[in-house]
């Protein structure tokens, strides 16, 4: 599976909008892209995946490049609630036993 | 529906003692996984599940053990702790491809169980 490099924290101020990149330059064409978060103390969270379209849901937009080595999570209005630390994570599909996690991005939102 | 539910939250072993960590989603899933998280590292995997009766190896299995003997139950045990050991537990659940669509379904994760080891 592809490994991913994101930056290791960002700050957000309140009300702004979260854009939190991942570079995934080795993934090939069947690997799906994943977003995470873990909240301090809790499990991780499933926040959103795609391919090779942009995706949004309730939570947040997804932004695949063309050449799908990068993406960007964009969390668009960030509230105190959304500081944690958020995973990028490449998956091949149908390999279920397989999410390489990497460290992630901190994100701080300030008031 | 309270998703996946990891039992207990906190447990402080002696090195050598023994000990069985529960999951139990209530989400129909058919997989189950074991993970541990450690500072400065990743999550990894330590053993997952297909189904009922069904168990496979992760990425670092040795010095635990699993059973899935019921679908909506996956125990983690640790036959002999080690200080190594000491970590926080996710357990989390997932049900496999739908269909004819390549997208994998995502994984739900219990809140963790914070494990040490003296």
């Known amino acids: 599976d592809a490994k991913t490099t994101q930056p290791p924290s960002m700050d957000c101020a309140e009300g702004r909008a979260a854009n939190l990149p991942c570079n995934h330059s080795?993934?090939?064409?069947?690997?799906?892209v994943y977003w995470y978060r873990q909240i301090h103390s809790q499990g991780p969270q499933y926040i959103i995946h795609g391919l090779k379209n942009n995706e949004t849901n309730e939570m947040a937009s997804l932004i695949i490049t063309e050449d799908r080595k990068s993406s960007t999570l964009i969390l668009p209005h960030a509230t105190l609630r959304d500081t944690a630390v958020y995973y990028c994570i490449v998956r091949l599909a149908g390999n279920n036993r397989k999410l390489i996690w990497g460290l992630g991005t901190s994100l701080a939102v300030n008031p | 529906n309270a998703g996946v539910t990891q039992t207990p939250k906190f447990r402080v072993l002696k090195t050598g003692q023994s000990m069985t960590l529960l999951c139990a989603q209530d989400?129909?899933?058919?997989?189950m996984y074991w993970y541990r998280q450690d500072p400065g590292m990743g999550l990894r995997l330590i053993h997952y599940?297909?189904?009922?009766?069904?168990?496979a190896k992760g990425e670092v299995p040795d010095g635990y053990n699993v059973s899935r003997l019921k679908k909506q139950n996956f125990l983690l045990g640790l036959e002999s702790a080690a200080p190594s050991q000491t970590s926080v537990y996710f357990c989390?659940?997932?049900?496999?491809?739908?269909?004819?669509?390549?997208?994998?379904?995502?994984?739900?994760f219990g809140d963790g169980t914070r494990l040490s080891i003296l």
């Open positions: 080795t993934i090939s064409g069947n690997e799906y």
């Open positions: 989400m129909n899933h058919e997989y």
């Open positions: 599940s297909v189904g009922e009766g069904t168990t």
């Open positions: 989390a659940s997932s049900q496999p491809r739908q269909g004819l669509f390549l997208s994998n379904q995502p994984q739900h």
